[in-house]
DNA sequence: TCTAGGATCGGCT
DNA sequence: GCCGATCCTAGAT
């Protein structure tokens, strides 16, 4: 496939629901030693600071785990779940504005071989369905919190080559797994589009 | 130090 | 649809 360019800093510095809703059908590419998986993304949801009862960084949490959130827009933000899944979020806005899109799923564009080895014998539908299944499927794990996703040279870069989905293709629905924070949990940041692309 | 709980997944009923 | 795995993180002591 061609060569799409990457997403510039800017695009990551506006609103956490401006960057969620603008990356959806945008593509995230690993680079490993075993190779390169790309991703084009169908659902993500957005978590919106230290006024956001879901978020890590709710209340000015400021914690090793978290430091990434704090900093520059444009890294990853990954971190560990229940003790054995990883979440890759991106971080938005800006330093001092802890916010960031968790990537919840997407469809795999390229190096589906190495996707399927790394997720095992699992329907083509359920590689890349969930949060955890995504960062094993591209192999992010924690030592990829805090990589430059616009660094040209980053094994972890987010790519456009101009596809975007229709805005009645993409709907908005309360977030999963955060019942824990009261009202918040019915906020509709979680953003899904249906996954033929 | 110690304790409680979690932005999930997969297997089982 | 329900439930347990599994261990790191955060906050309390």
Redesign the pocket.
């Known amino acids: 496939m061609s060569k799409p360019p990457l997403l510039a800093r800017d695009f990551y510095q506006r609103t956490t629901e401006e960057v969620a809703r603008d990356l959806l059908g945008k593509l995230v590419s690993s680079d490993h030693p075993d190779g390169t998986v790309v991703i084009r993304l169908t659902e993500v949801?957005a978590?919106l600071g230290v006024d956001d009862p879901?978020?890590?960084?709710f209340?000015g949490?400021r914690?090793?785990?978290?430091e990434t959130?704090w900093g520059e827009a444009g890294r990853a933000?990954v971190?560990?779940?229940?003790?054995?899944?990883h979440?890759l979020?991106v971080v938005t806005v800006g330093p001092g504005r802890p916010e960031?899109?968790?990537v919840?799923g997407g469809v795999v564009v390229d190096g589906i071989e190495l996707a399927r080895a790394r997720?095992?014998s699992?329907g083509e539908g359920?590689l890349t369905?969930?949060?955890?299944?995504?960062?094993?499927t591209l192999a992010v794990t924690?030592a990829d919190d805090g990589i430059d996703l616009c660094f040209p040279g980053s094994s972890l870069r987010l790519l456009d080559d101009g596809f975007r989905f229709a805005d009645d293709r993409v709907r908005r629905l309360p977030?999963?797994?955060?019942?824990?924070?009261g009202e918040a949990a019915s906020w509709p940041l979680r953003l899904v589009t249906d996954s033929k692309v």
């Open positions: 949801e978590y879901a978020c890590h960084t209340g949490r914690t090793r785990r978290t959130m933000y971190y560990l779940v229940y003790g054995l899944h979440c979020n960031a899109v968790l919840r997720r095992g699992v359920s369905d969930g949060p955890g299944k995504l960062c094993q924690t977030r999963v797994g955060v019942d824990y924070a």
